[in-house]
């Protein structure tokens, strides 16, 4: 079955800085890749998410690539503020659900 | 419009005990999923919904583990005999259809078990 895999586990940024959170998959079968954020103690929710027939999507600080022949994809989150630190989750859908990575948890440092 | 919500918040039971946790998806959302988060882990998929087909059951991690959905709205998920392992959040999430929607998520049940 499908394999998400999400690194690095933890990251630590200074305000101001870019962070990058990469995410590999194993079925090419896969053509939705959404990102969560999940601040502690509240639900997930959707931040960005891009689809199989582009290689870039961007939403003021925060932009999403994707690699379809890598079969990697990967948030970036530029000029860092202490309100992004939260738990990121990727995920892609081999099959009529989401596959979700394990998580990075972001902190930035004011 | 109103968002997925969960009930109850938060749950304590005894250990052998049956617990249900309840979900009211988005209307008009035909997809639910059901998952599980332990404490600093990731999204533990248990059960998915989709209209009127058969559940994909694949994620239960065990038979004391059962859900259902009626009317294609409401779903209940049921944990028979509850063990000290099942404390976690149970979240649910619902979309407009399968697998390529965006998912929105409740606000979760947080079970816990002595």
């Known amino acids: 079955g499908e394999n998400v895999e999400q690194h690095p586990s933890t990251l630590s940024v200074q305000e101001g800085d870019s962070a990058v959170i990469k995410c590999t998959y194993s079925d090419s079968a896969s053509n939705y890749f959404p990102w969560y954020k999940q601040e502690l103690g509240k639900r997930p929710q959707l931040i960005i998410d891009?689809?199989?027939?582009?290689g870039e999507k961007k939403d003021q600080r925060i932009a999403v690539t994707l690699n379809k022949t890598a079969k990697h994809f990967s948030l970036h989150i530029t000029e860092t503020q202490p309100e992004d630190s939260a738990v990121y989750f990727c995920a892609a859908n081999p099959t009529d659900k989401l596959i979700f990575g394990t998580g990075t948890r972001l902190q930035v440092f004011p | 419009g109103a968002g997925v919500s969960q009930s109850p918040s938060n749950k304590v039971t005894e250990k052998g005990k049956d617990v249900e946790l309840r979900c009211d998806p988005i209307s008009g959302h035909t997809a639910l999923y059901w998952y599980r988060q332990s404490l600093g882990q990731g999204l533990e998929f248990l059960i998915y919904f989709q209209g009127n087909s058969a559940p994909d059951k694949s994620g239960l991690p065990s038979d004391r583990f059962s859900a259902e959905r009626t009317g294609g709205s409401v779903s209940t998920l049921t944990i028979q005999r509850t063990q000290q392992e099942d404390s976690a959040v149970y979240l649910c999430?619902?979309?407009?259809?399968?697998?390529?929607?965006?998912?929105?998520f409740g606000p979760g049940t947080r079970l816990l078990v002595l």
């Open positions: 891009i689809r199989s027939n582009v």
């Open positions: 999430a619902s979309s407009l259809g399968g697998g390529f929607e965006t998912q929105y």
